[in-house]
C-alpha cells in the first residue's frame, strides 16, 4: 500500500514562507513524477507544481517566480518552498504522485492534504 504524507502546513502572514514537504512509502519501484495540486475553499483542485524523475519542474502560472519544487529520490520526498505568500494562496495543499508499484504500473496516488493559511 502506497501512502504520500505531507507536512509543513500552517498559518502565515502574508509575504511570509513556508515549506511542505510530501513523503512516499510502501511497495514502491519506480516513482514518475511527483508534485502538488491545491483546493481553496468554494474552489476546484488545481495544479501547483510538477517535478519528473529526470528532474524537469513545471509550475502553475499563479506560483511561478515565487514556489520551488525539488526533492530528495532516496528518501523519495518532494519539497515545495513557498515564498511571498499571499491571502490567494490560502488552500489545502495535496501532494499527488505517479508511480508504478508490483501491482500497479503508473498509477496516481494522493496524499490527505495539508492546510496553509495566510492572513493579512
Known amino acids: 500500500q502506497v501512502q504520500l504524507v505531507e507536512t509543513g502546513g500552517g498559518l502565515v502572514q502574508a509575504g511570509g514562507s513556508l515549506r511542505l514537504s510530501c513523503a512516499a512509502s510502501?511497495?514502491?519501484?519506480?516513482?514518475?513524477?511527483m508534485g502538488w495540486y491545491r483546493e481553496a475553499p468554494g474552489k476546484q483542485r488545481e495544479f501547483v507544481a510538477q517535478?519528473?524523475?529526470?528532474?524537469?519542474?513545471k509550475y502553475a502560472d499563479s506560483v511561478k517566480g515565487r514556489f520551488t519544487i525539488s526533492r530528495d529520490k532516496a528518501k523519495k520526498t518532494v519539497y515545495l518552498q513557498m515564498n511571498s505568500l499571499g491571502p490567494e494562496d490560502t488552500a489545502k495543499y495535496y501532494c499527488?504522485?505517479?508511480?508504478?508499484?508490483?501491482?500497479?504500473?503508473?498509477?496516481?496516488?494522493w496524499g490527505k492534504g495539508t492546510l496553509v493559511t495566510v492572513s493579512l
Open positions: 517535478i519528473r524523475s529526470a528532474g524537469s519542474t
Open positions: 499527488n504522485a505517479e508511480l508504478s508499484t508490483i501491482e500497479q504500473l503508473g498509477a496516481n496516488f
Open positions: 510502501g511497495s514502491i519501484i519506480s516513482i514518475n513524477s
